[in-house]
């Protein structure tokens, strides 16, 4: 059973950046593929960002592809999403995510998620 546990989220100007963090424990991290989902209320839960078990592959949804970093850290067990030229449309809560099997852009493969943290940018 993993746990997953989401910080850096915050309210931001437009233009802003932030940086949102996920920490694991509970299970071998290297082993997981990780993402990042976002839901603005009354939408459905979109793909953010995602990386393979040791960082070889990532991938990026459409909304935020050129805005976005996502790194991992394998020997501290923590990923993370670097956000820059914040959009009020980049408004939700952001979730992490694990995948047992491969690095994927739908929620429905993800395993395990953490609460989410809130992500507020003003125009």
């Known amino acids: 059973q993993v746990q997953l546990v989401e910080s850096g989220g915050g309210s931001v100007q437009a233009g802003g950046s932030l940086r949102l963090s996920c920490a694991a424990s509970g299970g071998t991290f290297s082993s997981y593929a990780m993402g990042w989902f976002r839901q603005a209320p009354g939408k459905e839960r979109e793909f953010v960002a995602g990386i393979s078990w040791n960082g070889g592959r990532t991938a990026y949804g459409d909304s935020v592809k050129g805005r976005c970093s996502i790194s991992r850290d394998n020997a501290r067990s923590t990923v993370s999403v670097q956000m820059n030229s914040l959009k009020p449309e980049d408004t939700a809560v952001y979730y992490c995510?694990?995948?047992?099997?491969?690095?994927?852009?739908?929620?429905?493969?993800?395993?395990?998620w953490g609460e989410g943290t809130q992500v507020t940018v003003s125009s």
């Open positions: 995510a694990a995948d047992r099997e491969r690095l994927s852009r739908s929620s429905r493969d993800y395993e395990y």
